[in-house]
Nanobody, 120 residues
Framework: QVQLVESGGGWVQPGGSLRLSCAAS????????MSWYRRAPGKERELVAT????????KYEDSVKERFTISRDNARNTVYLQMNSLKPEDTAVYYC?????????????WGQGTQVTVSS
């Protein structure tokens, strides 16, 4: 049973910061891509940031560049999203997604989401 445990969401005023965490457990194989998605009210889910093993390539959605930082701790099977200079437009439920590779191939797994609310 693969489990992704998310934490770090909450309410913050514009300009504030939050740090999201997502820890993976209960799996065999290896973690490859680790990502953060978000879904704002009335909008489609969008990819926020991705960090990939091996080469360690990192990609960000344009609106969060220079403000958000994605990182990973391989020893703890955890991915983080440091969010600075938060804006009301960042309000959304944030979801962790990981790709785990086994001899059966790759599989996607989702966290349950954590609410981020930015308002004054």
């Amino acid at each position: 049973q693969v489990q992704l445990v998310e934490s770090g969401g909450g309410w913050v005023q514009p300009g504030g910061s939050l740090r999201l965490s997502c820890a993976a457990s209960g799996f065999t194989g290896s973690l490859h891509a680790m990502s953060w998605y978000r879904r704002a009210p009335g909008k489609e889910r969008e990819l926020v940031a991705t960090i990939i093993s091996g080469r360690g390539a990192i990609k960000y959605e344009d609106s969060v560049k220079e403000r958000f930082t994605i990182s990973r701790d391989n020893a703890r099977n955890t991915v983080y999203l440091q969010m600075n200079s938060l804006k009301p437009e960042d309000t959304a439920v944030y979801y962790c997604n990981v790709v785990i590779v086994t001899d059966r191939g790759g599989n996607n797994y989702w966290g349950q989401g954590t609410q981020v609310t930015v308002s004054s």
